[in-house]
């Protein structure tokens, strides 16, 4: 009885992170694209600046 109690409270721990570290791994993939997108804009806009 005590060792199902421990798996289940294991695997209860696992699944936790497992979802945690889905989630963070989104937003970040989410941030790298910001960030991107970031950049190429600025991009734009020097290479605007230096032509006009």
């Known amino acids: ?3 199902e ?3 289940g409270k294991v695997l ?3 699944a936790a992170v497992a979802v945690t570290v889905c989630t963070l ?3 970040g993939c ?3 694209s910001g960030v991107g997108k970031d950049l190429q804009e ?3 806009n020097v290479k605007d600046a230096i032509e006009n």
């Open 1 to 3: 009885m005590k060792n």
């Open 5 to 7: 109690r421990k798996t």
């Open 12 to 14: 209860v721990l696992v």
């Open 25 to 27: 791994g989104m937003s």
């Open 30 to 32: 989410n941030t790298v």
């Open 42 to 44: 600025a991009s734009d």
